[in-house]
């Protein structure tokens, strides 16, 4: 195909005109976490968490918005309907680029194909890539093995949007951090802002970046949670549509149901199918980061989960007419910060869950724990701004990430 120059200084023009346009009030966590020097860099996360604004802002803080050696490109361009990733960026790479930034690769048929192909044939061209979080980039595409690096771009932490919102700078702890220091660092913080004016409000919206925007939030996460379900899950995991109001009506029974383990063969009469299928929707619907699966310590899919969670707080607002259950949004915020940075699974008692395989911890109201306190055990508690000895204010694992 002839250099297109016309067409090329078109992507350039729109590259230009996004990366000056890019609105990042936050600087996301992820940025200093990703070795830029890797050639093949694969960017995952659920719809809505903020990926494009995340190559836009990269590409503004290392070459500006008119420095051709960067281009942004998004495969939703009919363009690429016409045109394959390896040999638009084997153009580019003719003409002096050095870092080509695709925006969800998945829409291109033969995606790994062709990065492998730019990987072998371009040297000194990086690629970063977007995906959705239901993509399992090594395990489904064997010929990036070896040569991708993959991260995953997380929704807000509590801490980013107490920093937006608050205007403040403070830095994320480690779990060790938080349970030694917990006391200390809160006084810290205290002196500064008082969280809990912001928490209530993070647990309602925080989580999704769109809640910036300009327009309805509620109306804004249901259309993003449809498009995890009918783009996410039905073209990654090239589900027939005639299958998608059961995947949807599976979603809606579990979100009903609450925290607890789900009842295979109930859900499988519900939605007219196998226990085997609901199972597998299950497990898409977690890779789609919509729910949470958790399990005892030792156990994993495709056995039976010990109790299904919204995969955060924000979509339990967003499913009517779920009951609004204090301790269920609570535990839920915990099990959404936690999961980022270390493992959990559920532990015997009701409340209960063991991190990283060893440690306990309880999540309960500050107002209704008057026992006495087990040595042994780490409670995260809410309705408090401040904690003592073993017992942590919750908000406070919100500065996990």
Known sequence: MLY????????????????????????????????????????????????TTFLLQYAKEHYGSTDRQCLYVNMNNFYFQGRGIADFAGEFYRHGGKVLLIDQVFKQPEWSRELRQCHDNYPELKIVFTGSS??????????????????????????????????????????????????????????????????????HHGFYPFFLEHRNFSENLLKTMNMMTE???????????????????????????????????????????????????????????????????????????AKVMLQNSNLIYAI??????????????????LQEVCSVNVGNKQGTYIVNQKEKFKVCD?????????????????????GKDNQVPLWLIGFLY
């Open 134 to 203: 239901v993509m399992r980039l090594k395990e489904e595409n064997p010929e990036l093995n070896g040569i991708v690096k993959s991260y995953n771009l997380r929704g807000f932490s509590f801490r980013e949007y107490l920093n937006l919102q608050a205007k403040l700078q403070f830095e994320p702890y480690t779990l060790e951090e938080i349970i030694n220091n917990h006391e200390e660092i809160a006084r810290q913080i205290l002196s500064k802002v008082s969280p809990m004016k912001f928490f209530a409000d993070y647990v």
């Open 320 to 337: 009517f007419p779920i009951q609004l259950d204090e301790q269920q949004l609570m535990e839920t915020f915990f099990i959404n910060a």
């Open 4 to 51: 297109n120059g016309n067409k090329m200084d078109a992507f350039f023009r729109t590259h230009t005109y996004l990366v000056e346009h890019v609105y990042a009030p936050v600087r996301r966590r992820l940025m200093d976490e990703i070795n830029w020097d890797d050639r093949l860099i694969g960017i995952k996360g659920t719809r809505g968490v903020g990926k």
């Open 366 to 386: 500050t107002r209704k724990t008057k026992k006495r306190f087990s040595s042994d055990t780490t409670y995260t508690i809410y309705n408090t701004e401040v």
């Open 231 to 305: 783009v996410d899950i039905l073209l990654i995991k090239q589900i027939d549509l005639k299958y998608l109001t059961k995947i949807k009506k599976l979603f809606y029974l579990l979100a009903l149901e609450g925290p607890k383990a789900p009842n295979i063969s109930n859900l499988a009469n519900e939605i007219n199918t196998s226990r085997a299928t609901v199972m597998n929707y299950i497990k898409n619907l977690a890779d789609a980061r919509l729910i949470n699966l958790l399990y005892p310590v030792g156990q994993e899919f495709p056995k039976k989960p």
